[in-house]
């Protein structure tokens, strides 16, 4: 049990295009799923909080135009990097909340490199 | 401010020789305490949640203790595939669901 999907698992893409990753917890449900980055060597950052049918909360310092984030289900949300650069080239991972047991798993990670 | 500290950063043992990872912590009213095992270009993986001082949890080789100010991850035996970052992280009352991360041991077991 507790299984949390990331797809895509790398995406390679060109300057200025966007790219969406999506979240999605399979065998429970969460209505608080978090995004987060994490640099080599690094431990994580988190990027954001998404509450399921509401807006996302933003960390300091983090652009919400940027980094769109949609929580549509209690079972999906989606990060959609706009507009990428190569500074944005990173690992992204997203986590969701148990809301039973309250405990975040995290997915796999997705690895986004822009050239 | 919440602060997680980890120690030591980075830890070789040889396999079947045990030892102690450190989380200390500085936060305005513990919710949770969490420790995490992160395997190279992969999520984070949950081990445990403590949430009292005094309590303990165990998995197999790991068994994680805390007290008011720390948490220990103590790794009996281990085996090379216990090689891996091991992080905690704090869940605070006043900031709902939100975890703070320490910045992780990095763990390698030889044989």
């Known amino acids: 049990g507790a299984v949390v999907s990331q797809h895509p698992s790398r995406v390679i893409c060109k300057s200025g295009t966007s790219v969406k990753i999506e979240c999605r917890s399979l065998d429970f449900q969460a209505t608080t799923m978090f995004w987060y980055r994490q640099f080599p060597k690094q431990s994580l950052m988190l990027m954001a909080t998404s509450n399921e049918g509401s807006k996302a909360t933003y960390e300091q310092g983090v652009e919400k135009d940027k980094f769109l984030i949609n929580h549509a289900s209690l079972t999906l949300s989606t990060l959609t990097v706009t507009s990428a650069h190569p500074e944005d080239s990173s690992f992204y991972i997203c986590s969701a909340r148990d809301r039973v047991i309250e405990t975040q798993y995290f997915g796999p990670g997705t690895r986004l490199l822009v050239l | 401010e919440d602060q997680v500290t980890q120690s030591p950063e980075a830890l070789r043992l040889q396999e079947g020789e045990s030892s102690s990872l450190n989380c200390s912590y500085t936060?305005?009213?513990?919710?949770?305490l969490f420790w995490y095992r992160q395997d190279p270009g992969k999520g984070p993986e949950f081990l445990f949640t403590l949430y009292s001082a005094g309590e303990e949890k165990e998995k197999e080789r790991l068994k994680a203790t805390l007290t008011k100010k720390e948490s220990f991850l103590h790794i009996t035996a281990p085996k090379p595939e216990d090689s891996a970052t091991y992080l905690c992280?704090?869940?605070?009352?006043?900031?709902?669901?939100?975890?703070?991360f320490g910045e992780g041991t990095q763990l390698t077991v030889n044989p």
């Open positions: 936060v305005s009213g513990l919710r949770g």
């Open positions: 992280a704090v869940q605070v009352r006043t900031s709902g669901s939100r975890l703070t």
